[in-house]
């Protein structure tokens, strides 16, 4: 049988028929597409946005560190808002950075619980001040830099401040030639070693008042030096300010005394490095007493120059043999002795001889009397120094005395167990640096010979190295002899190690050359002014001020333990002083010991 074939439509009938279909597949097609596309649409907003998850993914910022100090910043809250939906504006504090400060912005209460529109410029500042120095403290954090917080920056002065001075040595002492005491970078000429006294090397004939030049000469090789006055710890000034006044201490006028002061506190304050804090930051040194750098009026009778009065020098810290009890910017350091160590192993050798020395004397005086002072107890030594068997007395005076030989002075303090050092024609003496190096305790009756004076290099408790017998004791005719027997002998073995102890502190070792291991006078000075620059940068930025600070009872202070507060002292006393018109007299008596001072160098030459 033959199948029967299907009707054949026409094409374009057919062509209509498959059209009306695919329209129907597309149409369902189209709606399921945007029905999944509002689902996902839906869904990525309540369930992402929405913190449906279990994990709290919400960004966390971190900290943000301006000079060295972390600043949270608050956290942002993205979550949706309460029922009633408010836009929120949180923004990144905003950091200006200038020279001088730092300005944060500082949320508000309501920008973080997120119920204003705050703008930035509308929002409270909080100021957090930052300085220039800033970035010499940080340095301290540095562990891999061995100079981080030790760095010293130095003036390139002009050579008239400092080396034109030494050019023309033979000026500098009206009666000493001191071209000779400024060689060997300002040790003098090496002593000989005929008696044994010395040991073979490190021994020079210093002059008392050479500590300009040698601590300009240490300086120079102080291994934390910068050409980068932003990381300084402190800044050096290289001013002979010692050698500058004793030029004209005699028979000049007060404008000639003070050019080179005034000159130099003019170049001083055009530095760039000065504005920084204003001079504090700064520091010299003069080999002299503190009383030739204060005259206090311009009468050509009075005497010294006046640098430390000048205003810009109080800013400044000067380093002195003999410092103001009643004023803060200068602070005492030892008067130079006659051994400049280059090695180490000398001062380990030098203390073992020291400890190992048979001392035959009781107690020992070098000096000669003060017959024009009537408060001086240098009489009655000497008469109590004659009259012991176990005294020695070294009488000093004008015309040829061992005094002036170094080998008898030592060899004298070597054979002996104390050292009496009375004041001198001020308060201080270099012989008492010159015992302690003979490992000799040293007996001080005035508390501004020593305790007042060297609180960088000596220890606060006197009694550990030294015997105190007040001057009126002396007055009194209380016997030395027998105050110094009474002492133990166990307690002798310790104070005269205590001493021999201290001996690195109290020399200048080698200026071509550096100890290792030992902190000598130099190093112990740089520390301290070092701490002194720190502590003063660190209440700046805190903001602390000690606006109860008296500067008349300057020497009480460093005499202060941490956290102790300036009240009576038993060395009141010794400290008092007389008033006119209402006033303190800051150094009248201090300026006649001065005067005597300069005639004492007379004495010694002749």
Same mark, same amino acid.
């Given at each position: ?23 129907? %597949? ?45 600043? @949270? ?25 200038? &020279? ?7 949320? %508000? ?10 703008? @930035? ?13 800033? &970035? ?5 954090? @540095? ?29 500098? %002492? ?14 003098? =000429? ?47 000034? =290289? ?223 006197? %009694? ?47 200026? &071509? ?30 903001? &602390? ?41 800051? @150094? ?19």
């Amino acid at each position: 049988m033959r199948r029967r074939q299907a009707a054949i439509l026409p094409f374009g009938a057919l062509m209509e028929k498959g059209q009306g279909k695919n329209q129907h %597949s597309r149409l369902c097609l189209l709606a399921s597409l945007s029905a999944f596309f509002w689902f996902c649409l839906l869904y990525f907003h309540f369930v992402v946005f929405g913190g449906g998850g279990l994990t709290d993914n919400s960004p966390q910022l971190d900290p943000i560190s301006i000079n060295g100090e972390s600043i @949270n910043p608050p956290p942002l809250d993205l979550k949706p808002s309460p029922p009633v939906t408010q836009s929120v504006t949180v923004n990144l504090p905003e950091i200006d950075v200038g &020279r001088d400060r730092v300005v944060v912005d500082k949320p %508000s209460k309501d920008e973080i619980q997120g119920n204003l529109r705050i703008k @930035n410029e509308d929002r409270p500042k909080m100021e957090i001040k930052t300085y220039p120095f800033m &970035r010499a403290l940080r340095t301290v954090d @540095n562990k891999s830099d061995p100079c981080g917080g030790r760095y010293i920056y130095v003036h390139d002065l002009p050579p008239r401040f400092n080396e034109d001075m030494l050019k023309e040595c033979k000026s500098l %002492s009206l009666w000493t030639n001191m071209c000779k005491f400024t060689t060997n970078a300002g040790l003098g =000429p090496p002593l000989e070693n005929l008696e044994g006294v010395f040991s073979n090397t490190g021994w020079y004939a210093t002059n008392q008042f050479a500590v300009d030049v040698i601590f300009n000469n240490r300086m120079k090789q102080y291994e934390c030096l910068t050409n980068d006055s932003s990381l300084a710890a402190a800044i050096f000034v =290289p001013f002979y300010a010692g050698f500058d006044i004793a030029r004209y201490l005699w028979g000049h006028n007060t404008s000639t005394r003070d050019a080179a002061s005034l000159a130099l506190v003019d170049w001083l304050v055009k530095r760039p490095e000065w504005s920084i804090m204003g001079g504090k930051d700064h520091f010299l040194v003069a080999g002299r007493i503190t009383w030739d750098f204060r005259r206090l009026t311009d009468q050509d009778s009075d005497w010294g120059n006046k640098l430390l009065f000048l205003p810009a020098a109080k800013n400044m810290s000067m380093l002195v043999v003999e410092s103001s009890p009643w004023n803060a910017n200068d602070y005492g350091i030892p008067y130079p002795t006659y051994f400049h160590p280059a090695r180490d192993a000398d001062v380990f050798d030098w203390q073992d001889r020291m400890r190992k020395l048979e001392r035959k004397h009781l107690f020992c005086f070098a000096g000669a009397p003060r017959p024009g002072n009537v408060k001086s107890i240098r009489g009655q030594i000497i008469d109590q120094c004659k009259n012991s068997k176990v005294g020695k007395l070294l009488e000093c005076d004008f015309g040829e005395s061992k005094c002036h030989s170094p080998s008898s002075i030592m060899q004298m303090f070597q054979s002996s167990l104390f050292c009496l050092q009375p004041q001198g024609d001020s308060y201080t003496r270099r012989s008492a640096f010159d015992s302690m190096l003979a490992g000799c305790i040293p007996v001080f009756f005035h508390p501004g010979s020593a305790y007042t004076q060297y609180t960088w290099h000596l220890p606060k408790n006197y %009694s550990q190295y030294s015997v105190f017998i007040p001057e009126d004791d002396i007055r009194r005719n209380i016997s030395i002899e027998q105050r110094l027997s009474q002492i133990p002998a166990e307690k002798v073995k310790e104070m005269r190690e205590a001493v021999i102890n201290l001996i690195p502190r109290l020399i200048y070792a080698d200026p &071509r050359s550096k100890l290792e291991t030992f902190k000598d006078a130099f190093d112990v000075a740089v520390g301290a002014i070092i701490d002194k620059v720190t502590k003063l940068r660190k209440d700046i930025i805190e903001g &602390r001020k000690d606006d109860s600070f008296i500067e008349e009872l300057s020497w009480k202070y460093a005499l202060l333990d941490e956290g102790q507060v300036v009240g009576p002292h038993e060395w009141d006393p010794f400290f008092s002083k007389p008033k006119k018109d209402g006033k303190s007299d800051s @150094n009248s008596s201090s300026v006649e010991a001065a005067k005597n001072s300069f005639k004492n160098e007379q004495r010694q030459q002749s």
